[in-house]
């Protein structure tokens, strides 16, 4: 488009943002109206995207990472021909695809859902990762970021791995309109102070008056020659843009123009322009994955092997057989064992470094391009990217994460290094899967199943070294558990997971010695939890006891109630968990003090037999 049409195409966007929100009666149009033209430059003369095929390998891909300018977006896709002037109308009503912050589950254009702000640039790290190393198809990453977003560390920790990987397919568009949701950012309309933290970085920079659409236009030409290195465009705007009274003024963050009609007036009225996407450069022509049948690493009874070994063997294993298999770490890959995957699969492994929140996001971002991720670290240290996790829940993104050094039984490193709360909070994620093996063979085989699964998965895998208790040809199917111990006199029942359940069998013989029988089940599927198994052992035993290498709140125990929540009798329950804040000791030490250990548990069993008979 020419000038005078860009400049046409931008009000077009601003009043039909107005619009969208002055029928939701909600919604962002101010912030939408200051990166009209910004939207409107790239979507009319440089994005190249097929909408009739919004999963052609050749698309660029655009992120929307201020997620709540939305109507903007949508007053994009209409002009674009994807949606109707009706539908448009439809935004933030119960049922429309248009929602408040944009999700791929409603719209097949959006990439990732973005109303968690500083998510967007990471994403787009990962999306490009996919196209510079894995696919080869030339596509472009375009990311509208908003000011304020900027002060979040995920788009710094994205704006190092993007230049030290010299992904000259990313660029980021910040729509530098200095207002915020309560009033001024802090760099205001410095644009020199960004580009400054950006250059730092390694990023070539481009600032421009981002209501000129020819500077505009000639930005995004600049930013596509470039290379060797991402590029940013830092574009000086103003909130609410072509309506005087709420142009730059604050106060309106996230409200309906008060005059929806007058403003539209002044905008110069409706208009209802189409315009054609430019075609990809490609044919279009999809990947071919090689793969073949996955042979898995097999273990004997008896050995001693720790679930995060088996984990890496497993996963090198997936990659042989599987050619959509990726694996990103954080620095930690000689800890959590993805670097047997690294040494055999080097051109799929991304080294994430110490950034979390990077990591998540490239793992969802690769996602998005339909490959597998699997991405590991320590358990403890995915608390700091738990608000990815849950929006990779929001996009439907189907990831798979691996916590490794979970419990008190990691020893001597001490409360820092223990993940406590892993369970608890991956099981809150919406549509997740939660899985913590005992053995290598069950390892393995939870690791190759999880490809294959929906949404959220999550694998905790231990420190030290366990016995093989299943043999290698043994299932282990999603939603269900193990019964290792059972008779009909069985007094109780012990619900164990991952290293507790080596300590609950040790307990078990022990009491048996005693004249105590106790059942032992070996809960591996965490969620979802296998509650015929469960409800069953509640009415043979009249008691089940719960043994976990994690806190009281949100873990095994609560997993456990999850079966009985559809209004039946709730059996007797105690818990054993940790209770308290550990220190540094030997992992046998550890699990003696928090209670957990198979003496602990013969204890608590008899003291529980006891009161049973005294009343």
Known sequence: MNTDELVELGQQLRVDSVRASAAAGSGHPTSSMSAADLVAVLFANHLRYDMDRP????????????????????????????????????????????EGHPTPRRLPYVETATGSLGQGLPIGVGIALAGRRLEHTGYRVWVLCGDSELAEGSVWEAAEHAAYEGLDN????????????????????????????????????????????????????????????????????????????????????????????????????????????????????????????????????????????????????????????????GEVSDSTRAEFFAKEHPERFFECYIAEQQLVAA??????????????????????????????????????????????????????????????????????????????NQTAKLVAAMAGLDGVRYLRTSRGAAPVLYGPDEEFPVGGSKVLRSGERDRLTLVAAGVTVHEALAAADTLAREGIDVRVVDLYSVKPVDRETLRRAAEETGCLVTVEDHREEGGLGDAVLDAFSDGRPVPRLVRLAVRTMPGSASPDEQLHAAGIDAASIASAVTLLVEEAVVR
């Open 55 to 98: 999963d052609h390998p050749g698309n660029d891909r655009f992120i929307l990472s201020k997620g709540h300018a939305s109507p903007l977006l949508y007053s994009a896709y209409k002009a674009a021909g994807a949606i109707e002037d009706g539908e448009l109308l439809t935004f933030r009503k119960l049922g429309s695809r248009l």
């Open 363 to 440: 793992a969802v971002g690769l996602a998005a391009r339909g490959w597998v991720p699997y991405a590991s670290t320590f358990a403890a240290f995915l608390t700091r990217a738990y608000d990815f996790v849950r929006m990779a829940s929001v996009s439907g993104a189907c990831v798979n994460l691996v916590g490794s050094h979970a419990g008190v039984s990691i020893g001597q490193d001490g409360p820092s290094q223990m993940g406590l709360e892993d369970l608890a909070m991956m099981r809150a994620v919406y549509g997740s899967t939660v899985l913590y093996p005992c053995d290598a």
């Open 170 to 329: 990313l660029t980021a568009i910040v729509d530098v309109n200095r207002l915020g949701q309560r009033g001024a950012t802090r760099h205001g309309h410095d644009l020199d102070a960004y580009a400054r933290r950006f250059q730092a970085f390694g990023w070539h920079t481009i600032e421009v008056d981002g209501h000129d659409v020819d500077a505009v236009d000639r930005a995004y030409g600049e930013a596509r020659s470039t290379t060797g290195q991402p590029t940013v465009v830092l574009a000086r705007t103003l909130k609410g843009k072509g309506v005087a009274s709420v142009q730059d003024r604050e106060g309106l963050h996230g409200k309906p123009l008060p005059e929806a009609d007058e403003a539209i007036a002044e905008l110069g009225g409706l208009r209802d322009r189409t315009f054609h996407v430019h075609e990809p450069h490609t044919s279009g022509q999809p990947r071919v994955i090689p793969s073949s049948e996955t042979e898995l690493p097999r273990w004997d009874p008896g050995e001693k092997v720790a679930t995060r070994d088996a984990y890496g063997h497993a996963l090198a294993a997936l990659g042989s057989g599987r050619g959509d298999v990726v694996a990103l770490d």
